[in-house]
């Protein structure tokens, strides 16, 4: 039989979060904008974000109490290097859920066509600097769920 240990949970958790980010960031969205025109590929993507930010947020808020839940020395530096970078992710995937997300969708609504609207409107200029408020969070998440896996080999001794 199957015997799960905490870490092997906080473990999975960080390889599901690790691997849902990287599949969705470097292979499908790239796809997706390879395959179709700027407003469709948009409109394909917009449709995922949601079970995306979701996908991210409830597993950095699992990974959270998994790591509380191990047996860590809590006086290393690994032990505090990773509750930091836990709550920073946390904190930036419920901003990205529950605020840039938001804010995003509703100046998108305002650009009829990025294909056909001019680059230098207002709305357009908004959009470009939410989605790269959200790319650099996206990415800084990404890499702190590489940092945590890194960390876990020195917390799980």
Do not use: C
């Not at 390889?15 to 980010?21: D, E, P, T």
């Not at 032990?79 to 859920?97: C, G, I, K, P, R």
């Not at 890194?150 to 001794?157: A, E, I, P």
């Amino acid at each position: 039989m199957l015997k799960f240990t905490i870490s092997t949970i906080y473990t999975l958790i960080l390889s599901l979060w690790i691997g849902g980010m990287a599949i969705f960031t470097f292979v499908v969205t790239p796809a997706i904008f390879k395959s179709y025109n700027r407003d469709m590929a948009g409109e394909l993507v917009g449709k995922l974000f949601p079970g995306y930010f979701t996908w991210t947020l409830v597993l950095s808020a699992l990974a959270l109490v998994a790591f509380f839940l191990l047996n860590a020395d809590k006086s290393s530096k690994a032990f505090q290097w990773s509750l930091a970078l836990l709550t920073v992710a946390l904190l930036a995937n419920a901003y990205v859920s529950f605020k840039l997300h938001p804010d995003t969708i509703r100046i998108k609504q305002e650009v009829t066509s990025f294909d056909r609207a001019a680059p230098d409107s207002p709305a357009r200029k908004e959009f470009r600097r939410l989605h790269a408020i959200s790319a650099v969070v996206n990415l800084f998440v990404l890499t702190a769920g590489v940092t945590l896996l890194v960390l876990s080999r020195k917390l799980l001794k």
